[in-house]
């Protein structure tokens, strides 16, 4: 087997493993889809790339590099200009199979959906009872988000056709598993660019479309009587209910792949099919997603108040403030009191990012890529099917956030690179428009993004264990690890904070405060670094100083009523401690401080929009009633 080969499989196998290793999500999880991507991109020849994608990319990172100057998490930061570096391999090893064997790594491609979508889907369901319950009763699988269970099975549905119109028995049940994981997963919107790509495939592809249908309406009735049979046990998360529904569905469809031949099989086949349809419990969880309308329920409603959020902090950082701003800066940019990781917008994630040149740049490579499908009615089937399915991730990616997992972020890039450039393109006046990049500069690129990934992942890893010691109670193996973190990324907030806390819990104070000033200099707009400063203030009697940190960490987090509770009793504690100490000026100076903060609850709460989908701030509990009057009694005497 050849070297490329060899690299290639490396490649494939690693990333359908990452498919159950939460997807790549994590910083450190996506660095070892950095080094993948570096691993497939040193196979790769010189390339050609088009004027617009070589601007995309300069766009790219001059973004990632503007970042850098005010990043608001710098630990989470450092890990951008290594992504964006595995994102450009990903596209120059795409370009390089798209200009010599499209068809092959487009088949290649297709065929990883469909396993990976099958196993996405059998597994969430066989091992339903392992995985942590998604809170809309939605099958979230490995993955943890229903949404990207939807999207993955969507490509597998997808990229299982061509295997179903050339007859081979196996892509059938492939089918039905990427179906199971697209249909369980309850999402309005894979369901609608499922439409939209079933209408582009069926303008690209018709010969596939009617090679296919049979076979493939067959997997889709027996994934969509499984499917309304098992949803009330997916909302249950009942595993015991759940095996039978699908062992069932699966062998029938086999059986009857096997015997497709014979009229009678096929007969019974739709017979049994139509009862279970007619008499399954789950349609009114089916009927009930299909019916809602947008923005009527919470979850839709959220997401636009994300979407504006996170423009109105977007217009305010053109430069970006790096990797996962949204993560660091959304808890006070928010406009009323939720939390949310992602800001459900691709684009608008990495503008948030790498700025407005960033997105700019991504902006160019998404519009070049759908542009270029207008060409895929002289493609092959299985190229058609891959980028077709990539043109419908990336559609959804507008208003969700399934390219924060490497495993999708990767694979679209690639597309990118595969779906064409200059070679692909028709005429002489193309070949002036070319780019040259040469091999030497991918094989730079990816020694760097390699040595980036491993110091990075190196240090993730280590943080991860840390975090990990502290939660089984042994806090001298986390200053160990988070240490060892420290002195291979010393600019990770997060590890600073891990090596805090652990010092604050083997009594090393000074220590602990040293590590946590670190942590909140790296990572100044987390509320949990000022809590732990605050905490561990609060514990050296050094109340004044402990107040401030509780100001702060209020400050950081202006819209979580138990944030001000927190701080609310951690001041009546200290009051409690100073008047027992016989310290009025103490005393006064800490009423003072619990003053501001109800002050500061009450404005919060005025600034509450009406129509805010979650429940306002309970800014009546005993603790701030109490506080009202032991404050204003100190501050009369």
């Avoid at 970042?67 to 795409?94: K, Q, T």
């Avoid at 790509?197 to 067959?218: D, E, Q, S």
């Avoid at 217009?315 to 992602?342: I, M």
């Avoid at 495993?407 to 002489?428: H, K, N, Q, S």
Wanted: hydrophobic share 55%; with cysteine; proline share 5%.
């Amino acid at each position: 087997m050849r070297t490329k080969d060899v690299l290639t499989w490396t490649v494939i196998i690693g990333t359908g493993i990452g498919a159950f290793w939460d997807g790549f999500y994590a910083p450190g999880q996506q660095m070892v889809a950095v080094a993948l991507s570096a691993l497939l991109s040193l196979a790769a020849p010189s390339i050609q790339l088009g004027r617009a994608e070589g601007a995309a990319l300069l766009l790219m990172v001059s973004g990632t590099a503007a970042s850098l100057a005010r990043p608001a998490a710098a630990g989470a930061a450092a890990h951008g200009p290594v992504l964006v570096a595995g994102w450009i391999l990903a596209l120059i090893a795409g370009r390089a199979w798209g200009a010599h064997r499209p068809e092959q790594a487009a088949g290649a491609l297709a065929r990883f959906w469909a396993v990976t979508g099958a196993l996405m889907a059998f597994g969430g369901l066989l091992f339903i009872s392992f995985t942590p319950p998604h809170h809309s009763g939605r099958l979230a699988s490995f993955l943890g988000y229903p949404i990207a269970v939807g999207m993955i099975g969507l490509l597998g549905l997808a990229g299982s056709l061509p295997d179903l119109a050339a007859g081979r028995i196996w892509a059938a049940p492939l089918a039905m598993g990427g179906a199971l994981g697209f249909l369980l997963s309850g999402s309005r919107g894979v369901w609608l660019v499922g439409l939209l790509l079933a209408g582009f495939l069926c303008w690209a592809a018709p010969a596939l479309v009617r090679a296919c249908l049979p076979r493939t309406g067959r997997a889709l009735a027996a994934a969509l009587a499984a499917a309304v049979w098992a949803a009330p046990a997916v909302q249950q998360h009942d595993a015991p209910r759940l095996w039978p529904i699908v062992a069932l569905a699966l062998l029938t469809l086999v059986f009857t792949e096997q015997f497709q031949h014979v009229r009678a099989v096929r007969a019974a086949f739709a017979a049994a099919t139509g009862l279970a349809l007619l008499t399954a419990p789950g349609w009114g969880w089916f009927l009930g997603r299909a019916a809602t309308l947008p923005l009527t329920d919470t979850s839709s409603a959220e997401r636009l108040a994300f979407l504006r959020d996170g423009l109105a902090l977007a217009a305010d950082l053109p430069l970006g403030a790096g990797y996962r701003a949204w993560t660091a800066l959304h808890l006070q940019a928010a406009s009323y009191g939720y939390y949310s990781a992602e800001v459900h917008s691709a684009p608008l994630d990495i503008a948030l990012a790498f700025g407005w040149a960033g997105a700019a740049g991504f902006a160019l490579l998404a519009a070049g890529f759908l542009l270029r499908l207008r060409r895929a009615r002289g493609w092959g089937w299985s190229r058609t099917v891959a980028l077709g399915g990539l043109g419908a991730l990336l559609l959804h990616a507008l208003v969700d956030w399934e390219l924060s997992y490497a495993l999708f972020a990767f694979p679209l890039w690639f597309g990118f690179g595969l779906v064409g450039g200059p070679a692909a393109e028709a005429g002489p006046r193309s070949a002036g428009r070319a780019l040259p990049w040469p091999r030497a500069l991918t094989a730079l690129l990816a020694g760097v993004a390699l040595a980036g990934a491993v110091l990075l992942g190196a240090g993730d890893g280590l943080t991860e264990l840390a975090a990990r010691s502290l939660g089984r109670g042994a806090p001298e193996a986390a200053l160990r690890h988070a240490g060892a973190a420290a002195a291979l990324t010393p600019w990770n907030d997060l590890t600073q904070a891990y090596r805090g806390a652990a010092l604050a819990q083997l009594g090393r104070g000074e220590e602990a405060l040293a590590a946590l000033a670190r942590a909140r200099q790296l990572g100044p707009y987390e509320p949990w670094y000022a809590q732990m400063a605050a905490t561990e203030l609060g514990r050296q009697g050094r109340w004044l100083e402990a107040a401030a940190a509780w100001t702060d960490y209020v400050r950081l987090w202006p819209w979580e009523t138990e944030a001000y509770a927190e701080a609310v009793a951690a001041h009546l504690r200290y009051l409690d401690r100073a008047q027992a100490s016989g310290d009025r000026g103490a005393a006064a100076l800490l009423a003072e401080s619990g003053q501001r903060l109800l002050a500061a609850l009450a404005e919060q709460k005025a600034r509450e929009p009406a129509d805010a989908p979650r429940r306002g701030m309970d800014v009546e509990r005993p603790v701030f009633a109490e506080a009202r009057e032991r404050f204003a009694a100190v501050l009369t005497r």
